[in-house]
Each structure stands twice: as structure tokens, then as C-alpha cells.
């Protein structure tokens, strides 16, 4: 048994943009170390802007994307060793995705439930006896829904939370250890922000489902996580305990990021906001664009 | 302090950039036989006064990007004004822009009316230098020398803190905040007396978004413009509006200035969008709302929060509620708050 | 499907004509079986008629009825475009999903090999063959010599299609619900490939019939299966337009012209009404 489920070890990307004459190295990830205990539990959070390396980091965890140079082990295997069906769906039955957009993780032509019952069909382990449609029917259960309200709906018929719900039952399905969620409330309406938020929280403490949340939004990201990293261009700036980080960071960027949170309130209603911008980013600086 | 936010110029009299009486704005589709009527924007009310940013709140399916098209005269077909009408301060009597000529309309575009939008792609054409928008866009309106308007294009530029160069690159040479900044200069630099800004800043990384929003606010404070100024992001809203209306399935549901709405809400709906809001530093739990937003091409009956509101009784689902005046300047649509008025 | 061809009747004139002009033609073909004479026997009427009650089209110089001549030539020029169609689809469908999927170097190798396919002059390769084959050459090779052609361009436009597909994240969601790379492309690629396929064959149909008449007419095929090439052939031979038997041209010619323009009509209505974002756009956008 093997203490770590996850274990990033320096991993960096690098992608060539361009062709033979202009070429263009961008180092989307450069050397980022992280580990997930396999005992415990825990939410980690990714935090960073565009052009961060977050998503490419994700990708990279989901096996979505090889490494330039580094490893990455799940449980101790290397994932670039993964090959084969049959080692692609132990490892998909290991750790599963959530996406951005509620409304485009499912193909709109088709009815939903399609792709729960195939999780399931393709990854029936441990629970036996429950035939499908139950097995379906509970991990809609679990997250505030059931079959009965989903079976024969396309995705447009059902609202962006509804969705992402029907998103996460889904991962459910494979039983997975690892949740890797690439921003998965930022398309979703306020109202209904905080209740996928918090089923993150129970998916942790009641079925011991690690996640990765990758985010712009340290609000939630305070909200929800154990654990934070903070991203800039490519390089992790500031990682640890979610409140300590955030309450008192220590690198100048994590600074600059929380304070540029737009508190849902008025603190001073004729306090000017121009003045309290000045310096942050001086005139004429290019961003770099990812 | 309120009153002060309430009548940012102290001068009621003079007559309100924009007046929105009991807009009806349906997208009303026929396809395959099967026809379809969507009531995105169903009796709206409300008014822009000169020189204040005027927020306006909703989720996905509110109905704010139809109210938006409709007030700047985007209307195609399957979207049609049914009812009500938008008298603008400068095009008075025609009660919206879709009704006047089209030379007429061309004129206002720009000098009296400009739009920041979220893909600021919209307005810059990708295939032409940052400064040959200026030139078709405001040099008609500005007019004089060319020499002079490069010096006032420069002039106004150094306000969103964008070096001249900008004038000779393209669009996608820029980044997404340079690219942003630009839009607001050109939208900016006729002095309009009125702006729209739909989502300007919600593609943007939070660092630039502050930026952007503070260099809104100061041009708008040195022209003395109007904004009315869209995005579902509480947040931006706190920090740059100074009053909020609050949409919810195609009506208004509440409007105040900005402090009072997050100080003191009064719709249910409204409550929960503000305390469900995480805050860094604050660790009690948030919950979100139960149920759904509704389908606009059926809604519920009566008022349509009921069915996810926590304090619906018998009469939400018989009745609509109107929006009425709980308290100065604080107007709200809820029966719990207002009471079963008869009249 | 039912619904699908009840809309299209309904809200499409285009379709409507389309669909008119095909039907004559194919229930002109189909006569072909009910055809009195063998196609191919000749003076088994007199010869030079023109249009009667008894000969509706009028007689050939070679003493055959134009109105039974123009069935099986229908018959026959409708059977050749269909097969080309048919194994060229196949064939772009199985190139344009499996490029488009895989990319990497699987997608350059069957790239190259398309592209050479688009570049290759078709009209001299047919009359080289025709020259090394001479008699040899039947229909049924010439059709599947055009469809080795026909496929290559389709294959390009399906390509691009399924490469937008896998970058959005409902291929991801299949990827990680466990469906196979088959289960992928025709579950979940395919409903956004067929309005293309639709639309394609028809105007492959129209392509490849076009050019086995002009082959047909020059004589570079197989004259003796009745076409409508091959009438225009015979007719040319017998000098049919100065002798004044117009009726020998111009009726295989009609008919050949009511299949093009019915053909190109469904193509284009067909693929109006089919286009998966016009479908979904009955969802409304109420935002």
C-alpha cells in the first residue's frame, strides 16, 4: 500500500508555438512539486490567473496532457506508463474529471443519463448486487438528484447546477479516489454556486474522495479547500494551509491577488476606487498573453 | 451619506438620461411548426439619472442581456419589443432606439451613446489598427483637424493609462486588459452622456478587472456620463455602482442604491444572493438557493421566485407583486415585505 | 424520422421541388423493368419517329424507342452515381473520422495521402484508363475508379469537424466514462457528421454523374450499357441534331437536368434543415 494516491514530482510543460522559423518556447508549467496522502482526504486548491499553467497542471494530473520533464505517480504507477485500454480505464476508474462548462461536458445531441449509465456499466467494481439504473439512481442520490428527474433529458433541458451535479454523479460512478475540477462553478448562476461548492466539501468527508479545485476565485477557494497553491506563470509562489495563506500571505502576488477580491459589500461609499488602484501594475506593461 | 449616493448631483430636476417604462421584450419563435413565446424581459421599470453608474443584476436566464439589446436598439427578430417604452434624454419621444430613423440613430451611436462589452473583439475590428477604429468610429463625430484628434486620441488614452503605440498595433497584439482598456478609451472619448457596459470586465483576471473598473469610474466621474453597467458578479457591483436593481426571471424583483441593497436587502431572493457570497477571512457555511431558475418559456405563476422562496405563502403563486417603495429610494417586489396590497 | 420529413415537406419549397423532379426521374427509371424491348436489340422499331402517342419520345435512327432508351439510361446513370456516392462516403467518412480523432501522425499520413488525391488530375487518369482497358472497362470498375477519387475533399471537411469535436468537453466526458475510441466517433461524433454526409452525397452524386456522361459522350466508356452519355454518344454518331431527330438529345438530355437540379435542391435544403445548431436553436436563448 502505498502512502501517497498522488505524487507530482517536478513536472514541467513546455509548448512550441509556431513553425520552423518563428519558433516560440512557452513554458506553460515549470517544475511543480505536490502530494496528495492516500489516507487523508483533502481539498487542494490551484489558484492562479490566465496563462498560470493551472489548467495545464490539471490536464497533466488527468493525463490529458504528457509532461515535458518530471513525473507523475498515481498510487505509485507512473502515469506515463499507462497504456492500453485496460490501464487507461484502472486509471480513469481511479481519478475522474470535472469541466468548466456544465452546458458543454455533455454532447447536446444526446440524452444525459447516457453517460452515467456507461460509467457505470464500464466501471461496476466493488459494489455488486445493484443493478445500473439503482447504481445510477444512488449516485444521483448523492447529489441531490435522482434518475427519475434527469432519464430522458437532453442538457439543454436542465439548468447549468443541474448539470454539473449530473457531472459529478457521474465521476461518482467510477468510484474514483481523485476528483480533478477545472473550475467548476464559474459558469454556474450565483444562486446555485454554493450548494455545488458544498458538495465538494461532503464528497470529502463522506466518501473520502480527494479533489483538486482549479480556480481564479479565492473566495471559494478559502471557502471549500485545506490546502492552496498558488500559480504564476507557470511557477507554484506560495503554498500551505488554506487560512494561514490567505489570511496572511507571504508572497507579494498572493498579496496583490487577494487583494484585488471585489468584497460583496460597500465598505465606504465615497471612497474613490481610482486611488486605491494606483502602482499595482504600472502603465503600458504588456500582460503577457497565454 | 445615502441621500447623497441617491442624487449624486443633488438636482432632481433636470430631467432622467433614460426612462424604462413596463418593458415587454419576447423572443417569439416559430420552428418546426411548434410556436414559442419567451418572455426574457416582462415588465420592467426603471430610471438612469444623469451621472450615475446604474447597476443591474441577474443570473444566466434574468433577462439583463435581453433588457440590454433592447435598450441599444439590438432588436432582430425573434426578439420583439411587445410593449412599454425607453425614452432617452437625447431622443425624446420616440421611446426607444429601435423606433427612430436609422440616420438619426447613426448620429446618437458613439456621441451620445457607446457600449463596452465583454469580447472586446466586438467592436475592434481584428483586421485594423487599434487607431484606424478611432478614426471610422469618433473622428466623424469629433471632427476638426486630423492633427487635433491625434492629440485628443493620446491625450485620452494616457486616462486608461495606454502608451500611444497602441494606435499602430492590432487587436489580438494586445492583451485581454490593454485590449479592454482600449474599448473603454474609444467608447469614452466622444464624452458620451450615456454608456452601457455589458460584462466589461468579466473576462478579465482579477487584478486587471480592479484596474479596469477604477479607470471606468474616474472617466466616468470626469465626464459626468451615465453608465448602466451589467454583470451577475456581486462583487464588481459593491465596488463601482452606485445603484443596483436587482433582476430575476425577466422582472425586477429590487433597486436601491448600492449600500442600502447590501446593507439592508429586503427581497428573499436578494438576501441569499448577498450572504451566500464566501468571503476570505469568514469561515461560518454558505447555502445556496434550492430549485432552479425558471423556464422563461413557461414561468410560475405569480411572483416567480416562489417557488424557491423560503417565505412564499398562498398569494405568490395567485398574484404578481409590483414594485413598490419599502423605504426612500428602496424599492422592492415581495408581498412578504411590502404586504398583500390591494391596491 | 417521420417528423423530420413532414418538417422538411412543410417548411421547405426548396425541398418540395427537389423532391418532385427525383421522384419523376426515379419512377422513369424504374419503368426500365417493364420495358418491352431488351436495351440493347436495335431496329426492333422504325426508326427516325418523331413523338407520337405510340412513340412518346419519338424513335433513333437505330430503331430503338428514345422513351425506353431514356428509362434504362436513367436507370442506369442513377445506379453508377449512387454507387460512387456511396463507397465514397465510406470512404471519406472512415478518413475524415480516424484523421480527425487521432491526429498526431496517423492524421498527417492520411493527410498527405488525401492531399495527393485532391491535386491529382481526374479526367486524363479516367482516359488513360479507358485507353489501357478498352473494353474491358465496365461500369461497375468506372464507378469505383471515380469513388477512389470523389472521397478526398468530403474527407477534409469531415476531418475538421471531428478535430473541433475532440477539443470540446463532452469527447473528455465519453473519454472518461469509459467509451472506446469506436463508441466515440459513431455515438457520439457521427449525428454531427451526417448533414455533411447528406449534403456531400448528394453533390458527389451530381459530380460523378456529370463526368461519366462527358466521358460517355466523348465515347470513352463502356457504349454499349445504355446511359445517357451513352445515348448522346450514339446520337452524335448518327448525326441525330442535322438529320433534325432533336428528340434523341433532348430527352435523355431533360432528364438528366431534372436529376441535377433534384438532387442539388435536397442537397441544399436537406442540409439547411439538418445542421445540428438550426435543430438546437429550437432551445431557445432567453438569457
Redesign the interface.
Known amino acids: 500500500m502505498n502512502d501517497l494516491l498522488l505524487d507530482v514530482r517536478e513536472v514541467s510543460k513546455t509548448f512550441v508555438r509556431g513553425r520552423l522559423l518563428s519558433r516560440e518556447k512557452i513554458v506553460a508549467v515549470n517544475k511543480v512539486s505536490l502530494q496528495l496522502a492516500a489516507r487523508r482526504p483533502e481539498i487542494l486548491a490551484i489558484i492562479g490567473?490566465?496563462g498560470s499553467g493551472k489548467t495545464t497542471l490539471a490536464r497533466m494530473i488527468l493525463n490529458?496532457e504528457t509532461p515535458t520533464s518530471g513525473r507523475l505517480l498515481l498510487d505509485g504507477t507512473d502515469l506515463a506508463t499507462i497504456n492500453g485500454?485496460a490501464g487507461r480505464?484502472a486509471f480513469?476508474h481511479r481519478v475522474?474529471?470535472i469541466?468548466?462548462?456544465p452546458f458543454?461536458?455533455?454532447?447536446?445531441?444526446?440524452r444525459v443519463e447516457r453517460?452515467l449509465l456507461?460509467?457505470r456499466?464500464?466501471?461496476a467494481g466493488t459494489a455488486g448486487g445493484s443493478t445500473t439504473a439503482e447504481a445510477v439512481d444512488a449516485a444521483l442520490h448523492k447529489v441531490g438528484l435522482s434518475l427519475r428527474e434527469v432519464s430522458g433529458r437532453h442538457p439543454?433541458?436542465l439548468?447549468?447546477?443541474?448539470l454539473q451535479r449530473v457531472?459529478i454523479a457521474?465521476?461518482l460512478l467510477?468510484e474514483p479516489k481523485l476528483i480533478v475540477a477545472d473550475e467548476p462553478v464559474s459558469m454556474i448562476?450565483?444562486?446555485?454556486?454554493?450548494?455545488?461548492?458544498?458538495l465538494f466539501r461532503t464528497l470529502r468527508d463522506e466518501l473520502g474522495i480527494s479533489i483538486i479545485y482549479v480556480t481564479?476565485d479565492?473566495?471559494?477557494a478559502?471557502?471549500i479547500s485545506d490546502r492552496i497553491m498558488i500559480m504564476q506563470k507557470g511557477s507554484v509562489v506560495e503554498s500551505g494551509d488554506a487560512r494561514d495563506v490567505?489570511?496572511a500571505p507571504r508572497h507579494p502576488y498572493t498579496y496583490?491577488?487577494?487583494e484585488?477580491?471585489?468584497?460583496?459589500?460597500?465598505a465606504n461609499?465615497?471612497a474613490?476606487?481610482?486611488s486605491?488602484?494606483n502602482g499595482?501594475?504600472s502603465?503600458?506593461t504588456?500582460?503577457?498573453?497565454a | 451619506m445615502l441621500a447623497s449616493v441617491a442624487q449624486p448631483h443633488g438636482d432632481q430636476d433636470v430631467q432622467p438620461l433614460l426612462v424604462v417604462r413596463d418593458l415587454q421584450a419576447y423572443y417569439r419563435t416559430s420552428h418546426a411548426g411548434v410556436r414559442r413565446g419567451i418572455r426574457a424581459v416582462d415588465g420592467v421599470s426603471f430610471t438612469v439619472r444623469r451621472g450615475e453608474i446604474y447597476g443591474l443584476a441577474g443570473e444566466s436566464s434574468s433577462g439583463k442581456t435581453t433588457l440590454i439589446k433592447s435598450i441599444a436598439g439590438a432588436i432582430k427578430p425573434p426578439l420583439e419589443i411587445v410593449g412599454g417604452s425607453m425614452e432617452f434624454a437625447f431622443l425624446p419621444g420616440y421611446g426607444g432606439l429601435h423606433r427612430a430613423p436609422r440616420a438619426m440613430v447613426e448620429r446618437i451611436r458613439w456621441r451620445h451613446l457607446s457600449y463596452i462589452m465583454q469580447g472586446s473583439m466586438n467592436v475592434l475590428n481584428p483586421v485594423r489598427r487599434i487607431g484606424s477604429s478611432f478614426i471610422d468610429f469618433a473622428y466623424p463625430h469629433i471632427g476638426g483637424s486630423r492633427k487635433q484628434f491625434e492629440q485628443q486620441v493620446v491625450a485620452h488614452l494616457a486616462r486608461v493609462r495606454l502608451d500611444p503605440s497602441v494606435l499602430s498595433a492590432f487587436p489580438h497584439e494586445l492583451s485581454g486588459g490593454m485590449r479592454q482598456r482600449a474599448t473603454l478609451a474609444l467608447a469614452t472619448i466622444c464624452r458620451p452622456g450615456f454608456i452601457i457596459a455589458d460584462e466589461p470586465t468579466t473576462a478579465l483576471d482579477v487584478v486587471v478587472q480592479k484596474e479596469v473598473l477604477g479607470m471606468i469610474r474616474g472617466i466616468q466621474r470626469e465626464t459626468g456620463s451615465s453608465v448602466l453597467f451589467v454583470t451577475h458578479d456581486m462583487g464588481v457591483h459593491a465596488h463601482i455602482t452606485d445603484r443596483l436593481a436587482i433582476m430575476y426571471a425577466g422582472r425586477l424583483v429590487e433597486e436601491a442604491a448600492t449600500a442600502e441593497i447590501f446593507g439592508n436587502p429586503l427581497h428573499p431572493y436578494t438576501k441569499n444572493l448577498i450572504s451566500s457570497l464566501p468571503r476570505i477571512g469568514e469561515d461560518a457555511p454558505r447555502t445556496g438557493l434550492g430549485g432552479a431558475p425558471p423556464n422563461l418559456a413557461d414561468p410560475p405563476s405569480g411572483c416567480r421566485f416562489h417557488p424557491r422562496c423560503p417565505l412564499a405563502s398562498e398569494i405568490c403563486s395567485r398574484k404578481v407583486p409590483v414594485m413598490r417603495e419599502a423605504r426612500s429610494g428602496h424599492r422592492v417586489a415581495c408581498f412578504a415585505v411590502n404586504g398583500d396590497d390591494p391596491a | 424520422m417521420v417528423v423530420f420529413l413532414r418538417d422538411l415537406l412543410r417548411y421547405r419549397a426548396e425541398f418540395r421541388i427537389g423532391l418532385v423532379l427525383v421522384a419523376i426521374v426515379l419512377v422513369l427509371s424504374m419503368l426500365a423493368s417493364f420495358s418491352p424491348y431488351p436495351p440493347d436489340s436495335v431496329y426492333v422499331v422504325p426508326p427516325d419517329l418523331p413523338p407520337s402517342s405510340t412513340y412518346w419520345f419519338g424513335t433513333t435512327s437505330r430503331g430503338q424507342d428514345v422513351f425506353w432508351q431514356v428509362s434504362f439510361a436513367i436507370r442506369n446513370t442513377l445506379l453508377f452515381g449512387g454507387t460512387v456516392a456511396l463507397v465514397s462516403r465510406l470512404l471519406a467518412l472512415a478518413v475524415g473520422l480516424i484523421s480527425g480523432y487521432k491526429g498526431g501522425w496517423i492524421d498527417r499520413a492520411l493527410m498527405s495521402v488525401n492531399d495527393t488525391f485532391i491535386v491529382i488530375p481526374l479526367l486524363p487518369i479516367l482516359v488513360l484508363f479507358y485507353f489501357v482497358m478498352r473494353d474491358r472497362i465496365s461500369w461497375l470498375m468506372l464507378a469505383l475508379i471515380m469513388a477512389c477519387f470523389g472521397w478526398a475533399y468530403d474527407a477534409r471537411l469531415i476531418r475538421s469537424v471531428v478535430m473541433s469535436l475532440r477539443h470540446r468537453e463532452f469527447t473528455q466526458t465519453s473519454l472518461f466514462s469509459g467509451m472506446s475510441t469506436w463508441q466515440i466517433l459513431t455515438e457520439e461524433h457521427l449525428p454531427y457528421v451526417v448533414p455533411i454526409l447528406f449534403s456531400t452525397t448528394m453533390n458527389n452524386m451530381v459530380w460523378s454523374i456529370g463526368l461519366e456522361v462527358t466521358l460517355a459522350v466523348l465515347g470513352f466508356t463502356d457504349i454499349n450499357t445504355p446511359t445517357i452519355g451513352g445515348m448522346i454518344y450514339w446520337a452524335n454518331q448518327h448525326t441525330a441534331m442535322v438529320a433534325g431527330i432533336w428528340w434523341w438529345i433532348a430527352f435523355p438530355t431533360i432528364a438528366v437536368i431534372m436529376a441535377f437540379i433534384g438532387l442539388f435542391l435536397l442537397a441544399v435544403s436537406v442540409n439547411a434543415h439538418i445542421d445540428p445548431r438550426s435543430r438546437l436553436w429550437s432551445t431557445g436563448e432567453a438569457s
Not at chain 1, 439548468?159 to 443541474?162: E, L, V
Open positions: 490567473e490566465s490529458m485500454s480505464l480513469m475522474q474529471p469541466f468548466q462548462n458543454e461536458s455533455f454532447n447536446p445531441l444526446k453517460y456507461m460509467t456499466l464500464r466501471f439543454h433541458e439548468s447549468g447546477g443541474q457531472a457521474r465521476a467510477a448562476d450565483a444562486s446555485l454556486r454554493m450548494s455545488i461548492v458544498n481564479h479565492l473566495a471559494t478559502y471557502y490567505l489570511k496583490q491577488l487577494r484585488a477580491v471585489l468584497l460583496p459589500e460597500v461609499v465615497s474613490n476606487a481610482t486605491s488602484m499595482l501594475i502603465p503600458g504588456p500582460e503577457r498573453r
